[in-house]
């Protein structure tokens, strides 16, 4: 009956357009009045039906009357920090004898990069260090503020003083320029809250707190999510599909933010996010990678613990720890999403029995996908951080096996440093992965050398030191340049052409925990006093 009804509705002909009334009894007219707005009822049902299945990825743009609501921000607060205290620790001196001979090597690798930045690029984002010139994507001074507490780390006290008169001098968040806000929160305001907590120098809080005025635009939560990014000058945010691991990774330093300041905003967003992740609805657990403008995961999206959700499972459980452990419901999140993983996501290679970390292509199909990236490596050591801290156990043998996989990702490459991912699916015998040409680069990560660093204080094994030596000397061989640390384009070549950039999460995060793998005297940052945010940014452990 549909189908012939179908055929009778153009009305380009007058006969058909006679019949079809008729056949119910009504007027031309009154068929009108019923037939379009049904019409369009089943147009609009269909249309919304389509943007539902494909969780459209498109970005919600402001209306004129938004931008102007938007640019009547909160007003910034006195600077009245309450001054939370500091920990009282002495910069190490330049000439220290503590240091043992493989932390001196890698000082000086620091130092290397340091001051080829100084040299070409100084005040800029990042270096380039092929061309000797600069890259400015933030307009931040990025490699400086990310480099704060690493120089204070190592005791270099006279280019720290540099470091910090820049910030103090310089600094500014006037950028006519849409910013993400993931990576000024991680980069930018972690790195000078840790800065300010390791130095106790008021300066830097300073800047924290007209960063966080500065963001506050952004802050405003559409669908109890924050925006993507933000102009900082005129204070337009733009919301839209953003990626589960910005929503749940920019908590910690809000918290800490409000904390140090006693400026109560930033923390109850952090808390207001936070809290909308825990109620939606996920897969035993674990998130799709993108949330979309609605405030709804896109069930579209991949599962996975690599890129675009990587650091919401490591903000679970590092907000735990940062508060105290003092909200059971954080645990909790944390635990499930690891049962989740195990159940769903983890798997052996034939051969020897690898474990690795897969995904999901998305929700409905859960077609799993056997590549494994590197920025996964990451889990083991948040594994075995739950484990110092008092969680499963269990999770340490988990930890051991994926950390043995992120290693060997190094070791069977041609130069001895990892590519972007590897592929698991060749079901072979004869090896456990493969390298996927079209992603064989290696930009300098750090999520091995980060789980090799908790795995050593979770264990004291000294194999975890000794892969850490082999990949500094593989970064030495192939990576060092005259201009610096670039990355290799190629792992899988002999004789590797170089990325021209050198990031600033080499200094921020890859030297820095080299260089902690290798310390003797880990009560200096005792992880009962500190937690690292995911740019390795230290903010300080409260009771509550």
């Not at 049962?339 to 769903?344: E, L, P, R």
């Amino acid at each position: 009956m549909l189908v012939n009804t179908l055929r009778w509705l153009p009305l380009y002909s007058e006969m058909r357009f006679s019949v079809i009334p008729s056949m119910f009894g009504i007027t031309r007219m009154k068929f009108l009045f019923i037939i379009v707005p049904i019409t369009l009822l089943l147009i609009y049902v269909f249309v919304t039906f389509v943007k539902i299945l494909l969780d459209s990825h498109e970005d919600l743009y402001d209306t004129p009357a938004d931008r102007d609501r938007y640019r009547k921000t909160l007003a910034p607060r006195p600077l009245t920090p309450k001054l939370v205290p500091v920990i009282d620790l002495e910069l190490p001196d330049d000439h220290s004898t503590e240091r043992s001979s493989k932390q001196k090597e890698i000082r000086k690798a620091f130092l290397h990069a340091w001051n080829c930045y100084k040299r070409y690029a100084w005040g800029r984002d990042e270096l380039k260090p092929v061309s000797k010139g600069w890259i400015d994507w933030m307009g931040l001074g990025l490699t400086i503020v990310d480099s704060l507490d690493t120089l204070w780390i190592m005791g270099l006290k006279d280019e720290f003083r540099i470091a910090r008169n820049w910030v103090a001098d310089n600094l500014t968040f006037a950028r006519d320029a849409d910013l993400q806000l993931f990576e000024v929160v991680i980069r930018e305001l972690g790195g000078l809250l840790s800065a300010y907590h390791l130095s106790g120098d008021q300066v830097f809080l300073t800047k924290a707190i007209q960063l966080g005025n500065a963001l506050l635009p952004c802050l405003k939560l559409e669908n109890g999510i924050p925006c993507t990014r933000i102009n900082l000058r005129h204070g337009f945010p733009t919301f839209g599909s953003i990626s589960t691991a910005e929503v749940g990774s920019i908590e910690m330093e809000l918290r800490e933010l409000s904390r140090s300041s006693n400026i109560a905003v930033f923390e109850k967003v952090a808390q207001d996010i936070t809290s909308h992740l825990h109620r939606m609805r996920k897969l035993d657990s674990l998130v799709p990678a993108y949330i979309n403008p609605n405030g709804n995961f896109m069930r579209t999206a991949s599962i996975t613990v690599g890129p675009s959700a990587d650091s919401y499972y490591e903000y679970l459980l590092k907000q735990w720890i940062q508060t105290g452990k003092k909200h059971d419901w954080l645990r909790n999140d944390y635990l499930k999403a690891v049962d989740g993983i195990k159940k769903h996501l983890l798997r052996f290679s034939p051969r020897s029995g690898l474990a690795y970390v897969g995904s999901y292509s998305d929700w409905y199909s859960r077609h799993f996908r056997t590549v494994m990236e590197h920025l996964a490596c990451f889990f083991p050591g948040t594994l075995a951080l739950g484990v110092l801290h008092g969680l499963d156990p269990s999770h340490l043998n988990l930890a051991e096996n994926l950390t043995k996989t992120c290693y060997k990702m190094y070791e069977k490459s041609e130069v001895r440093l990892a590519p972007e991912a590897v592929s698991f699916g060749t079901q072979s015998y004869h090896q456990d992965f493969q390298f996927i040409l079209a992603v064989a680069q290696n930009v300098l990560r750090p999520e091995t050398v980060e789980s090799l660093f908790y795995m050593y204080l979770a264990t004291q094994d000294e194999k975890y030191r000794q892969w850490g030596w082999q990949i500094f000397k593989a970064f030495e061989k192939h990576s060092r340049v005259e201009g610096g640390y670039a990355g290799i384009s190629n792992v899988l070549a002999k004789t590797p052409s170089h990325i021209d950039k050198m990031e600033s999460f080499f200094l921020a995060e890859t030297l820095k925990y080299l260089y902690l793998l290798f310390s003797d005297s880990q009560d200096v940052l005792s992880i009962r006093h500190f937690v690292f945010n995911t740019e390795a940014h230290l903010l300080p452990i409260h009771d509550s």
